[in-house]
């Protein structure tokens, strides 16, 4: 069967988007404004195999536009839906148009699942399981739902099969699933039975892919797709050591430099060594907590204090050495529109974002062991890094942005809220007020479902 599109009379990239068309041939007002590809007029036909539940409506709606059919190839609604995938995921629904630079800053991980997913099904399983449930809930289809947790569950046991075999663990097709899955239960993960199963299930999958990066060693990250999944998943992995509040394998010397024998690193690589490094922070401060005996606890205390000075003085001297690039970025950034959102405001806003959350939790664990006659410098009040965190993130979560706002935002938000309600009741009452503000967008429900199961 022949699957024909919507009767709407806008232009194809109008369609996509939702937005009201002007109808200027050959390129639309809108899309011209807003610097967009007009896709034009004509509409595409396609052919599709893939049936829904008995019952089921045989459209799935004005978003996807496909006509469902038993006679023809499935592999055809599968290239369909990887599509909506990538439209849903990337901000603005397509490949990051930027530097080279700005796209190593954002990550470009991306790119190496589209490699690998052609030949791989099991890569094209976890992409297919996010892309259905992310579709289904924006579009309210409950057999795409279906569709989407059976993809993920028949994914985790083809991975739990894969893992068994040391070639196939050691794949950067295996490691890229292993990222989807721990997205897929980041965003769509909830539980209302448990509060706390989202998180715990999540943690279960980030564990899971630390373990696949680190059967290599770090000389495997060397060269080529393996290096680009490294340096890309080091925010996330490093994020999983703040949350358990254990030293993250990422400090060690040798993750740090033997990846990028081959590589000068960005901003951001630099920044997230410093990152790697607060990991140790959490782990002694609790460690320092949970001591009895008087004299140990002065030793622990004075050893904290020293390694939060040391961090404190790397990061001083990284805002020194990167205050160039951070004016480029800013300078290069174009402001957002209602309809789309560049990549450079996106690097000019990721960075700074980072470099406070290393301030506040470097800041108030030194705030925690310090002497109280110590007069802190300004630097240190974590009052400024939580503004700046909460001044800086709203543009993630702009609507074209798309689901990849959780790389971005997740961890910045997540100090800020252990930052404030650490202050307690009556403290910080403004930064509450505007973090509030920030989780009750829609773009941010996913984000806020995993934060409130972490709350445990």
């Known amino acids: 069967m022949v699957g024909v599109p919507g009767r709407s009379k806008a232009c194809t990239t109008c369609k996509k988007r939702r937005k009201g068309c002007d109808l200027q041939r050959p390129v639309c007002g809108r899309c011209r404004k807003g610097g967009l590809v007009c896709e034009g007029y004509a509409r595409p036909r396609a052919f599709i195999n893939w049936a829904p539940p008995k019952g089921a409506p045989l459209t799935v709606g004005h978003t996807t536009e496909i006509v469902l059919s038993h006679g023809l190839m499935r592999s055809a609604y599968e290239e369909k839906l990887l599509g909506l995938h990538w439209e849903t995921y990337l901000p603005n629904g397509r490949d990051f148009c930027c530097s080279a630079e ?3 800053i954002l990550g470009g991980w991306t790119t190496v699942v589209r490699e690998l997913i052609a030949t791989d099904t099991l890569l094209k399983k976890s992409v297919l399981a996010l892309c259905l449930t992310t579709v289904a809930r924006r579009d309210g289809v409950v057999w795409m739902a279906e569709q989407g947790l059976s993809a993920y569950i028949s994914g985790l046991q083809e991975m739990a099969a894969a893992l068994q075999v040391p070639s196939r663990a050691r794949s950067d097709a295996l490691l890229c699933a292993a990222k989807m899955f721990s997205l897929y239960e980041a965003i769509h993960g909830i539980d209302r039975k448990e509060r706390d199963a989202q998180a715990k299930s999540w943690l279960t999958h980030c564990h899971g892919e630390i373990s696949i990066v680190r059967l290599g060693g770090p000389s495997r990250y060397q060269f080529g797709r393996a290096h680009r ?6 925010l996330h992995q490093i994020s999983v050591a703040l949350r358990t509040r254990k030293r993250s394998f990422l400090a060690d010397a040798e993750w740090k430099i033997l990846p990028w024998k081959w590589h000068p690193k960005t901003i951001k690589d630099t920044l997230l060594d410093i990152i790697a490094d607060t990991t140790e922070l959490l782990e002694e401060l609790d460690a320092l907590n949970a001591c009895s005996n008087p004299d140990d606890k002065e030793w622990r205390r004075v050893g904290l204090a020293e390694k939060c000075w040391l961090l404190d003085r790397a990061l001083v001297a990284w805002q020194a050495s990167s205050m160039p690039t951070l004016a480029e970025l800013g300078e290069q950034a174009v402001a957002a529109s209602d ?6 405001a996106l690097a000019a806003a990721h960075i700074p974002t980072l470099y406070s959350t290393a301030c506040l939790i470097v800041y108030t664990t030194l705030a925690a062991v310090v002497e109280p006659y110590v007069v802190m410098p300004a630097r240190t009040n974590p009052k400024t890094h939580c503004r700046d965190i909460l001044s800086g993130v709203p543009i993630f979560f702009h609507p074209a942005v798309g689901t990849f706002r959780a790389h971005l935002a997740t961890l910045p938000i997540a100090v800020v809220l252990a930052v404030i309600n650490m202050a307690g009741p009556g403290v910080m009452e403004e930064e509450r007020r505007l973090l509030r503000g920030i989780l009750a967008r829609p773009e941010a429900a996913g984000i806020g479902r995993l ?5 445990v």
Not at 229 to 234: Q, V
Not at 339 to 344: E, G, L, R, Y
Not at 451 to 455: G, V, Y
Request: proline content about 0%.
């Open 339 to 344: 309809d789309s959102v560049s990549a450079d």
């Open 229 to 234: 999944l490294f340096a890309d998943g080091r």
């Open 102 to 104: 700005i796209c190593r």
């Open 451 to 455: 934060l409130h199961s972490m709350q």
